[in-house]
C-alpha cells in the first residue's frame, strides 16, 4: 500500500517552496487551482465563455464539413497529428475536430504499444499503414514522436535509436509533402500545475480514471526531462516544409477553436466563409520553438 502510496505522490516548486501532493487525495489544493490557468506563462487570464465556445465551435465545424467534401470531390489527403504531455488535451482537440465527419472518410488513430513483430519493423512502418487515401482525413492521438520524448524519458528506447529517429524523421516527414499530403502537425503545451489540476481531474472522474496511469505520474516527476526532449523536437523537426505549430493549451476551449482555424485557413476549399472561420490568437498560437522560448 506503501509503494502505491508514493507512487501517486508528485513534487512541485511553487514560489521557491516545494510542494508535495499525493494524487489519491480527493481534496485539490487551493495553490494548485491558484495557479493553474497562468501556468507555462498562459497569456489569459480567464477561460473563454462556454456559450461563446460552442457557437464558434459549431460555426468551426460546418467549415470542417465543407473541408470533407473538398477532399472527397479532389482526391486530396490530409494528416494531422497531435501531441504534448499528458492531459494536454489531445484527445477533446481531436473529438473536437471529428465529432461531425463522416466516419467513412475521417479516421482517428491511437495506436497501443508495438507488438513484437512492429518491434521488429522499420520504426516508421506502422504508421505508415495508417496514412490516409484519396479524399481521406487521419488524426494521430500521438504519432512516431513518441520516440522523441516518452520513449527516451522513459527508456524504451535506446540512446542510439533516440539519435537515428531525430536523423531520420525530416527526411521521412519531407517524403509526405513530396507526396501530396496536406499535413499538419500540433504540440499542445500546458503548464506543470494544470496538468496536475488535470491529474486529480481524472483521478476523482469515474468516467475520466481509465485516463490516469502509474506511467503518468512517473512521467510528471520527469517534467524537466520531457521539457529538454520537447525543446529538442521543436528545434530539430521543425521547418518550412512541415512545421510544427503550437498550441498553449491550459484552457482547451480556446485550443481547440484555434487549432481548427489554423486548418481551415490553411486550406483554399469551396465555400469558404471567412467570417465564420476568424482569426488566429497569437497570444496561445505560433509556431516553431521560438513561440515557446
Known amino acids: 500500500m506503501a509503494d502505491e502510496t508514493e507512487s501517486r505522490a508528485v513534487s512541485i516548486d511553487i514560489n521557491g517552496k516545494l510542494k508535495r501532493f499525493d494524487i489519491d487525495d480527493p481534496v485539490l489544493p ?11 506563462g498562459y ?28 477532399l472527397k470531390a479532389t482526391g486530396k489527403r490530409m494528416m ?34 508495438p507488438t513484437e513483430t ?27 514522436y513518441n520516440r522523441a520524448g516518452v ?36 504540440w499542445l503545451d500546458i503548464g506543470r500545475e494544470m496538468q496536475l489540476k488535470r491529474f486529480h481531474d481524472r483521478r476523482h472522474d469515474p468516467l475520466k480514471i481509465w485516463k490516469l496511469s502509474p506511467m503518468d505520474i512517473a512521467a510528471f516527476n520527469k517534467w524537466d526531462a520531457y521539457t529538454e526532449k520537447r525543446d529538442a523536437m521543436l528545434e530539430k523537426t521543425h521547418n518550412k516544409e512541415t512545421p510544427w505549430a503550437v498550441v498553449r493549451a491550459n484552457d482547451k476551449r480556446r485550443a481547440r477553436l484555434n487549432v481548427i482555424r489554423h486548418i481551415l485557413l490553411s486550406l483554399d476549399y469551396e465555400g469558404k466563409d471567412k467570417d465564420a472561420v476568424g482569426e488566429i490568437d ?5 509556431f516553431g520553438p521560438k513561440f515557446l522560448s
Not at 487551493?30 to 507555462?40: F, K, R, T, V, Y
Not at 519493423?121 to 505508415?128: H, S
Request: with cysteine; hydrophobic share 40%.
Open 282 to 286: 497569437d497570444k496561445i498560437f505560433g
Open 43 to 70: 497569456p489569459h487570464n480567464d477561460k473563454l465563455d462556454k456559450d461563446k465556445y460552442a457557437k464558434q465551435l459549431e460555426k468551426l465545424q460546418v467549415e470542417l464539413v465543407k473541408v470533407q467534401f473538398w
Open 80 to 113: 494531422a497529428l497531435f501531441e504534448g504531455r499528458d492531459a494536454a488535451g489531445k484527445g477533446g482537440t481531436i473529438f473536437s475536430i471529428n465529432a461531425y465527419l463522416n466516419p467513412r472518410s475521417a479516421r482517428v488513430v491511437a495506436l497501443n504499444k
Open 118 to 144: 512492429e518491434a521488429g519493423q522499420w520504426y516508421f512502418q506502422r504508421y505508415i499503414s495508417h496514412f490516409p487515401t484519396s479524399g481521406e482525413i487521419v488524426l494521430f492521438d500521438r504519432s512516431w
Open 30 to 40: 487551493a495553490w494548485i487551482e491558484e495557479h493553474a490557468l497562468g501556468s507555462g
Open 151 to 186: 520513449e527516451p524519458v522513459m527508456g524504451f528506447c535506446t540512446p542510439q535509436q533516440y539519435k537515428d529517429f531525430m536523423k531520420a524523421v525530416p527526411r521521412f516527414e519531407d517524403t509526405i509533402s513530396d507526396e501530396g499530403i496536406i499535413f499538419f502537425k500540433f
